[in-house]
């Protein structure tokens, strides 16, 4: 994919705003090394592989959509993290469909050593921070029901970080057989 360049005047914002159903689908991240990723998002977090492109790309998913995952090495084959202080991704956030889910995570990144920069709620949603092997942002985290999201005075959102009890977290994982 060659870069374009945009040299266009930007039209004025235009009031209406963009469909409700619109969504992100999928995020394509530039990795070292594609064994060392697979192991991290298929092997730890348990997306499942759908496709290769030889030995520079994959693409993963969890329930069987065509990817939600990119990662390739075309410009990124043993390559470094960007430094601090420069731009770039700051996270990918992966959405769990429930509490119970969540916690599986948490305790697959227990098990594989994985280490948290951060868990957060945040009012609207319960959030766990990390890092991939390329030190790229992870969020794995849960919404919670829009009429449970905290509101202001005026009845504007208002969303907070506060720290997340992961032991209250953990004791909503499924139990694992021996």
């Given at each position: 994919m060659g870069h374009?360049?945009?040299?266009?005047t930007m039209p004025a914002p235009t009031p209406a705003p963009i469909h409700p159903e619109t969504r992100i689908g999928h995020v394509h991240l530039k990795v070292a090394d594609i064994e060392r990723s697979l192991g991290f998002y298929c092997g730890?977090?348990?997306?499942?592989?759908?496709?290769?492109?030889?030995?520079?790309?994959?693409?993963?998913?969890?329930?069987g959509y065509h990817h939600h995952i990119g990662l390739n090495t075309w410009e990124s084959l043993g390559g470094s993290p960007?430094?601090?202080?420069?731009t770039g991704l700051f996270?990918?956030?992966i959405l769990y469909p429930s509490r119970a889910a969540l916690a599986d995570a948490l305790v697959r990144l227990i098990a594989a050593k994985i280490p948290l920069d951060g868990a957060a709620d945040h009012g609207v949603s319960e959030a766990l921070y990390l890092r991939d092997p390329d030190q790229n942002g992870v969020e794995l985290y849960i919404d919670r029901p829009r009429e449970e999201w905290p509101k202001g005075p005026k009845g504007?959102?208002?969303?907070?970080?506060?720290?997340?009890?992961?032991e209250a977290l953990l004791k909503e994982a499924t139990p694992r057989k021996a």
């Open positions: 374009v360049t945009y040299t266009a730890v977090l348990g997306f499942t592989l759908m496709q290769r492109f030889g030995p520079s790309a994959a693409f993963i998913s969890a329930g960007p430094p601090p202080g420069s996270h990918v956030a504007e959102l208002a969303m907070f970080t506060h720290p997340l009890d992961l």
